[in-house]
Structures are given as structure tokens and as C-alpha cells.
């Protein structure tokens, strides 16, 4: 981190209260999410904030343990991704049944 991480600590629920791009949902949890993962806020580009959508947040979130279940949440299983998150199990072609 620089000096200037520590120097100047802003609260960035202005930026997402004045997001043109996220529906009044998406900003309630995004504002819960920051409040709780002050840390998350610098992997976001704040100077871009008219351009982001809410899946440039979730992808933030996904980093974070609480952020995942959140994307969970809102996104289904679509906000999981294959390999990091879940793992696919093949069947055998035979299916035996055991009476």
C-alpha cells in the first residue's frame, strides 16, 4: 500500500448513491458489502464510476468470502465460476442399482 492509501480514507457510498448505472438493489447491497469489506473498495476504479455495472462489483466480491455469497445470492449458480468454485463429477455410463 502507498502513503497516500492511508492518508486519505474516503467513504465511497457518495459514489455508489450517485451510480447512474445500478438499480436502487444493487446499490443497498453494494453499500452493505463496503461497509463490511472496507478493504474491497480499492480494487475499484472510482474515477470510472459511470461506466461501471453491477457485474464489475461482483466481480470484486467474488474475491471476498461474503462478497461470494452475495453474487450467490443475487446471480444464482451464473455468479459462480467452474473450477474455483464448484468442480464437475462425471457418472459412469452404467448405473447399477443395489437392491
Not at 26 to 46: G, S
Amino acid at each position: 500500500m502507498r502513503l497516500s492509501d492511508f492518508l486519505i480514507i474516503e467513504d465511497k457510498s457518495r459514489f455508489i448513491q450517485n451510480a447512474p448505472n445500478l438499480s436502487s438493489t444493487e446499490k443497498t447491497v453494494l453499500l452493505d458489502f463496503f461497509k463490511k469489506n472496507r478493504q474491497a473498495e480499492k480494487d475499484i476504479n472510482w474515477q470510472k464510476i459511470k461506466d461501471l455495472h453491477y457485474e464489475d462489483f461482483a466481480k470484486v466480491m467474488a474475491k471476498y468470502k461474503s462478497g461470494r455469497k452475495t453474487v450467490l445470492r443475487h446471480q444464482s449458480i451464473s455468479g459462480l465460476k467452474e473450477g474455483v468454485d464448484y468442480g464437475r463429477i462425471r457418472m459412469p455410463k452404467e448405473r447399477t442399482i443395489f437392491l
